[in-house]
Antibody, heavy 120, light 109 residues
Framework: QVQLQESGPGPVKPSETLSLTCAVS?????????WGWIRQPPGKGLEWIGS???????YYNPLLKSRVTISLDMSSNQFSLRLRSGTAADTAVYFC?????????????WGQGTLVTVTS | QSVLTQPPSASGTPGQRVTISCSGR????????VYWYQQLPGTAPKLLIY???QRPSGVPDRFSGSKFGTSASLAISGLRSEDEGDYYC??????????FGGGTQLTVL
């Protein structure tokens, strides 16, 4: 049973970097598939942040591309999100998910989500 | 403003059939598969329909999807109270990014 669990350091101050990790269990990320981050501001809809393939190739939302880095840590079986220069607009529930097919939106397993608040 | 357009709300009574539309453009829905997600209150989204009209294992056949040109629809038949929640469409865009609809809040009256 594939499970994903987001974790992060808590509130972030404006202009600082938001860092989150997604721990994957029940599947080795080095074996294949793809991985992604999606966020949801309070009371609003879903926004794709980016995806990373097991080869290391990344695809980012054009609106966030200049501030985002997604990376894999095969040794820890987890992947990470870094979003630089945080603002209040980045306050959201952040979900990590497994992407079953490259070049699609087939996110078949999701973490429970973690709320990140950007506040001074 | 979301790239894919959905009605903000939909409603129906138990047992009814409801449909939710999703409109895009040639670069996303027109050229790529459509996916639907169900998000029940306080939970993570769940894949409901993939590749326009396929149901993952465990999803009841009351849920069905279709695609016509640059639009797609999700139909829910035999509406039940536990179907109440938010529904999102999504598609890959030829500009190499994933796009979501703004979501439709379904109310079972």
């Amino acid at each position: 049973q594939v499970q994903l669990q987001e974790s992060g350091p808590g509130p972030v101050k404006p202009s600082e970097t938001l860092s989150l990790t997604c721990a994957v269990s029940g599947y080795s990320i080095s074996s294949g598939y793809y991985w992604g981050w999606i966020r949801q501001p309070p009371g609003k809809g879903l926004e794709w942040i980016g995806s990373i393939y097991h080869t290391g190739s990344t695809y980012y939302n054009p609106l966030l591309k200049s501030r985002v880095t997604i990376s894999l840590d095969m040794s820890s079986n987890q992947f990470s999100l870094r979003l630089r220069s945080g603002t209040a607009a980045d306050t959201a529930v952040y979900f990590c998910a497994r992407l079953r097919v490259a070049g699609t939106c087939e996110f078949d397993h999701w973490g429970q989500g973690t709320l990140v608040t950007v506040t001074s | 403003q979301s790239v894919l357009t959905q009605p903000p709300s939909a409603s129906g009574t138990p047992g009814q059939r409801v449909t939710i539309s999703c409109s895009g453009r040639s670069s996303n829905i027109g050229n790529n598969h459509v996916y639907w997600y169900q998000q029940l209150p306080g939970t993570a989204p769940k894949l409901l329909i993939y590749r326009n009209n396929q149901r993952p294992s465990g999803v009841p056949d009351r849920f069905s999807g279709s695609k016509f040109g640059t639009s797609a629809s999700l139909a829910i038949s035999g509406l039940r109270s536990e179907d109440e929640g938010d529904y999102y469409c999504a598609a890959w865009d030829d500009n190499l990014n994933a796009v979501f609809g703004g979501g439709t809040q379904l109310t079972v009256l």
